[in-house]
């Protein structure tokens, strides 16, 4: 045997350590993982509340919800939810194929996140999310913000909307 | 405002919107308020460099017998190399996934020191047998994981958003299926071992249908992004199945189609069935329809049958693997198989250790069956964390896709994680004759120039996929944003009279 070589046992201890070494890395690599899908929850509930992912329009004062003017809630005309009715409040109405859509249209011919409904200073504006098949209020196409007036139709896809006092 | 609130209509699928929270749920965090995901990644790069370093050292120490301060200099130097990535991360992609890096570098490393490790059994045998001695596959490597981190840098710096590729899907469309068509080129193409796969310049050569791949998941996902609603709306039923219409559908098959023809006729079976999977994962992430992937399954079962009675080198394959150890096939047709599983049980659980069993027994061991030579010397335990190491990574790319905001940044993290999955499962079950044998590498560790490089690009969009995806939005609202002061200024303020 050649001297230099290295005994047996020096040699598995080497081959021991080195998979504990390897298998370090993999468990190593698994905590920041870990870390990094469920996070550490103590500090993030120290540094309050996470910002919000979009900006959402800054809420209008409560005096319009009080005006005798001032629609109360969104009624579906026409298409498959007609009937359906959606109390309006002071915040924002999403509509669209989108599942976290305030209104979620089961219609084709609406796009994920199609268009919403702001209000502003006592009035409610349709606003259209770059769909595809575009929104219309009465009969022309809604390419900015546009006020709704009571008891106008606001059609998405093959569904109709109005808003009713 | 008394009324209670009316149940909205039920979610159309909750439980894929319930994994898509889970998964994204956590705070998006702005500019200067990053998580220390880069000091992690350092962390870990620090550790992947001492895996390396000691993979080295176990190797030495059983080779020569003694250790060198040479051991620690490569290590270094090895660790210097992957550091320039980390830098590039840095300052291109600074809230991006902070394991993928130090996990490929792991990987690579392994991947380094076993082919330096056969390289020594080769030099041995030819001191032994008074022939000259083999060129170094190591360092010819290694100036290849050079090559692959410029490629990752650059990558990185110039794909700012990815969104950006997706305008560029035809031209990437053409580019792929060129890039695939070059090795038949005659002066640039040769021919290595019966495929005609590669192109030589100089002492390199370069499997195109590496970098192919990639370049076509772009014009794949570019296109499925573009033609997404006409693609779901407008569909025949077609025996229970939706179909969209033949024109719509066109320009994908008939680059599927090409690429797939192009490949089986290179005989290059493993590309061809990356591509498959490929495209039919795509299809289906895009179209959210499960009877792609039985339509692909079928599809693929058919093409399997077709493949082995028109091809010759398929049935050799199939043979090999179904009767490995029958009659003569150990030492004709399925030699290099069977070796490689001797080479596997030699390993046992926890392996001959580093440079002290004998993968140099089997052919080619350090491109397709350098898992056969990591698993005699690292044992099942070493191949365990290996492939450990690949579903983390896989893990990782989806984790991106799900995080993503844009439909083409989650089908090419998606397209690219799958991908490497389906490229691990096939080469890894093949040496392990589960499947027949394919001729693929092993992401990051086998030997071979356009994998390495691929795959640096492919880990390069990954990250860019999750830096974007985690970084608070420039306002990237799909439509323009409401300003409820621009709007009472301009002049529709009028209908409020009537």
């Known amino acids: 045997m050649d001297p230099t070589e290295p005994s047996e046992l020096v040699l598995l201890i080497v081959k021991i350590g080195f998979l504990a070494l390897l298998w370090g890395f993999v468990l190593v690599a698994v905590r920041a993982v870990r870390l990094d899908m469920f996070g550490p929850t103590k500090r993030q509930q120290r540094r309050g509340p996470p910002p919000m992912a979009r900006p959402t329009p800054p809420s209008p004062p409560p005096q319009p919800v009080h005006k005798p003017r001032s629609p109360s809630k969104l009624v579906v005309t026409k298409g498959h939810l007609a009937g359906t009715t959606i109390p309006l409040g002071s915040s924002p109405v999403t509509i669209g194929r989108a599942q976290d859509s305030t209104l979620v249209l089961e219609d084709d011919f609406a796009s994920g996140r199609h268009a919403r409904l702001v209000p502003h200073d006592g009035q409610w504006f349709v606003e259209d999310l770059g769909s595809t098949n575009g929104t219309y209020l009465n009969r022309t196409k809604v390419t900015s913000p546009m006020p709704v007036p009571l008891g106008a139709p606001v059609r998405i896809g093959k569904t109709v909307l109005e808003l009713h006092r | ?498």
Not at chain 2, 212 to 235: E, M, P, Q, T
Not at chain 2, 455 to 479: K, M, Q, T
């Open chain 2, 1 to 498: 405002m008394t009324r209670p609130p009316i149940p909205l209509p039920p979610l159309r699928r909750p439980r894929s919107a319930d994994l898509t929270a889970t998964f994204a749920g956590l705070p998006l965090p702005r500019g200067n308020d990053l998580p220390p995901y880069r000091r992690r990644e350092l962390a870990l790069l620090v550790y992947a460099g001492v895996v390396a370093t000691s993979a080295l050292a176990a190797l030495t120490l059983a080779d020569v017998g003694q250790l060198s301060l040479e051991v620690l200099t490569i290590g270094m130097g090895f660790f210097c190399l992957w550091a320039l990535a980390h830098l590039a991360v840095r300052r291109f992609a600074p809230a991006a996934d902070p394991v993928l890096l130090p996990l490929v570098v792991t990987l690579n490393g392994l991947g380094l020191v076993m082919i330096y490790r056969l390289d020594l059994a080769k030099s041995e045998a030819a001191k032994r047998a008074g022939t000259h001695i083999p060129p170094s596959a190591a360092q010819v490597q290694l100036v290849w994981t050079l090559l692959a981190v410029i490629v990752f840098v650059l990558v990185l710096a110039v794909v700012r958003d990815l969104r950006s590729l997706a305008r560029y899907a035809y031209t990437a469309g053409l580019v792929g299926i060129v890039g695939l068509l070059l090795p038949i080129v005659p002066g640039i193409g040769t021919s290595i071992n019966g495929a005609r796969l590669w192109l030589r310049i100089g002492p390199f050569s370069f499997q195109p249908s590496e970098v192919s791949k990639i370049i076509i998941l772009v014009f794949f996902a570019g296109y499925l992004v573009n033609k997404r609603d006409v693609l779901s709306l407008a569909s025949r039923s077609v025996l229970g199945m939706k179909l969209p219409r033949a024109r719509d559908l066109g320009p994908l098959l008939v680059a599927w189609l090409a690429s797939l023809g192009i490949l089986v006729v290179q005989n290059d079976l493993g590309s061809s069935l990356l591509f498959f999977g490929m495209f039919m994962v795509v299809l289906y992430v895009a179209t959210e329809r499960a009877s792609w992937i039985i339509f692909g399954l079928l599809l693929f079962m058919i093409g399997a049958v077709i493949g082995y009675h028109l091809f010759g080198h398929v049935q050799v394959r199939v043979n090999g693997w179904l009767h490995a150890f029958d009659g003569d096939n150990p030492s004709n047709q399925s030699y290099q198989l069977v070796q490689g599983l001797y080479g596997f049980a030699a390993g046992g659980i926890t392996g001959t250790g580093l440079g002290q069993g004998h993968p140099q027994k089997v052919p080619f061991a350090n491109t397709d069956f350098i898992m056969a030579s990591l698993g005699e010397e690292l044992g099942l335990t070493g191949v365990m964390a290996i492939l450990t190491m690949y579903a983390l990574i896989v893990l990782r790319g989806m984790r991106a896709a799900l995080g993503a905001k844009d439909a083409f940044g989650k089908l090419i993290a998606t397209g690219l994680s799958f991908t490497l999955a389906l490229q691990v499962f096939v080469q890894v079950g093949g040496v392990m004759r589960l499947i027949p044998l394919t001729g693929l590498t092993l992401p990051f560790v086998s030997y071979g120039g356009s994998s390495i490089v691929a795959n640096a690009a492919i880990i390069a969009l990954l990250l860019r996929v999750s830096d974007s995806a985690r970084r608070a939005p420039e306002p990237v609202l799909d439509a323009p944003l409401f300003d409820p002061g621009a709007v009472s200024e301009s002049p529709t303020q009028v209908v409020k009279t009537t």
